[in-house]
């Protein structure tokens, strides 16, 4: 167990110091590296916070009981965000999404009635309870949303994720299971914490599973930006101006004119046997000359074509279902959470919206 303080310590700085590379990395700066690095550092004052907790400082400093309890309330918000912000290039910021910020100002708000009472009262409670968590007023309630709220983005998050195959996403959708397994493992924690069960032991996996989920973010993301340099340099001297147009009127002609989006197991290896181009520059090129993903890029087109079919008499006789086949979805729920992420309804909304 005295290991663990290290291993806090060790990740706390590593983070703040990986945050710092990655800012001035070659990544683009974009709201999803604003994303990311939000997460990144309050993920790196936690694992502080909770050195000091361990390391017995709050004894010492009982001001700073319960001062990160507000912004964990942060990081599950942030993760969704970030994960939302990669995967849907035309995702577009609302006034509504300030909505995921109203469970940090309101516990904010429900603790600052502790965060004014004397610091001798607060070093009194701590020192009559086994547990600062303890302290906190509402502490069930409070205990209760943390959870819950965490489950619920996770569950968004895996929804987002569980479709993805683009080798470029591929690092996003595993560090979105490692984000699934931290919450079950806090989950089950918090669950023994409840029942009046030791669990220690839980608690120290949990946190050193978060330690090791914000260096992978961080190494991942600054592989990916390492990539995407090395590739842009390689694939300008390749890809001459006239090269890159004859090329992208191939790719339009595949998409526009043969249709190959409506076979639901075309792959993007398929799509560089025809064009006879290596599969990690057309990978880069899909990202610069379209700003997309392969697979946002093929859902674009089949989700314009279900658009078209879905106002046309002669495939009424066809339901969702079949729409969805008809243009390259393997099923229904794919289709839906596609057409919604790019259009921002759902087919039935949007068949609704055009007969009003």
């Not at 800012?23 to 502080?48: H, M, R, T």
Request: charged share 20%; proline share 3%; glycine share 4%.
């Amino acid at each position: 167990m005295n290991l663990l303080p290290n291993l806090l310590l060790f990740g706390t700085f590593q983070g703040l110091i990986l945050a710092g590379v990655l800012l001035k990395s070659g990544l683009k700066k974009s709201a999803s590296l604003g994303f990311l690095l939000s997460v990144l550092v309050l993920s790196s004052g936690y694992l502080l916070y909770e050195y000091f907790v361990f390391e017995r400082y709050l004894k010492i400093y009982p001001h700073l009981i319960g001062v990160y309890l507000p912004v964990l309330f942060l990081i599950p918000p942030l993760i969704y965000g970030f994960v939302k912000l990669e995967l849907s290039y035309n995702y577009q910021w609302k006034p509504k999404h300030l909505l995921h910020l109203m469970p940090f100002f309101i516990v904010f708000l429900v603790m600052i009635p502790f965060y004014a009472s004397p610091m001798e009262d607060k070093l009194r409670l701590l020192l009559s309870h086994r547990s600062a968590w303890e302290l906190y007023p509402f502490r069930k309630i409070l205990s209760i949303s943390l959870w819950f709220s965490g489950v619920f983005y996770g569950i968004w998050i895996f929804q987002l994720v569980k479709d993805e195959k683009s080798k470029k996403v591929r690092w996003i959708k595993v560090f979105s299971y490692l984000f699934l397994g931290l919450l079950l493992s806090l989950l089950i924690a918090n669950s023994f914490t409840q029942a009046g069960v030791h669990h220690r032991e839980v608690m120290v996996f949990s946190l050193v599973t978060f330690s090791f989920l914000i260096h992978y973010i961080s190494f991942s993301a600054l592989q990916q930006s390492k990539i995407f340099s090395t590739s842009l340099s390689k694939s300008d001297n390749i890809l001459k101006d006239q090269t890159r147009i004859i090329l992208k009127a191939k790719i339009l002609s595949l998409l526009e004119e043969e249709k190959v989006f409506k076979n639901a197991k075309i792959s993007s290896d398929e799509f560089c046997e025809k064009l006879e181009i290596n599969k990690r520059y057309f990978s880069h090129f899909i990202n610069t000359e379209f700003n997309s993903s392969f697979t946002h890029f093929l859902n674009s087109y089949r989700i314009e074509e279900a658009k078209k079919m879905l106002l046309d008499d002669q495939y009424r006789h066809l339901n969702f279902t079949g729409i969805a086949n008809e243009v390259g979805f393997s099923n229904r729920n794919s289709f839906t959470r596609a057409f919604k992420r790019h259009t921002g309804i759902t087919p039935s909304q949007f068949v609704a919206i055009q007969k009003q």
